[in-house]
């Protein structure tokens, strides 16, 4: 799990792939975290993204750093702690104008029964599961 956070963390963005009904949406995204032994990740309650995680919470993200690229197969589950709120906005203090503990619209993912497949042009892919 450290070995795709750090991946997550030095490529800056990722891509997250959810479900919209039959439809698959995906969108960057910039947050990742660990709290608690646990990958997380951000988003608002209020966007179409956290409303398509609650309905349905299996997703996928990608991320490439040039070389390597990891894909991340999980299922994304609430962390309803204040203190997951708070330690994933003081790791991204440029959301915080948009975001606060406590407020409502913050929502913390945990990626749970996850399978992390680095792969590249040069080398066998590799996978891990947490």
Not at 14 to 24: F, I, K, M, S, V
Not at 70 to 94: D, F, G, S, T, W
Not at 99 to 121: C, E, K, R, V
Request: charged letters at 20%; glycine letters at 6%; hydrophobic letters at 40%.
């Amino acid at each position: 799990m450290e070995e795709v956070y750090a991946f997550l963390k030095a490529c800056g963005t990722y891509y997250l792939a959810t479900l919209e009904g039959d439809q698959p949406r995906v969108r960057p995204f910039g947050t990742v975290d660990l709290y608690q032994g646990q990958l997380t990740i951000q988003t608002g309650r209020k966007k179409p993204v956290a409303q398509q995680l609650l309905a349905n919470p299996q997703v996928e993200l990608c991320a490439f750093d040039g070389e390597r690229w990891l894909r991340v197969a999980a299922k994304a589950v609430e962390v309803p702690e204040i203190e997951a709120q708070r330690h994933m906005l003081e790791a991204y203090p440029n959301l915080q104008n948009a975001y606060a503990p406590g407020d409502g619209n913050t929502m913390i993912f945990a990626l749970t029964q996850a399978t992390a497949t680095f792969s590249s042009f040069t080398a066998p892919s590799r996978t891990v599961t947490f």
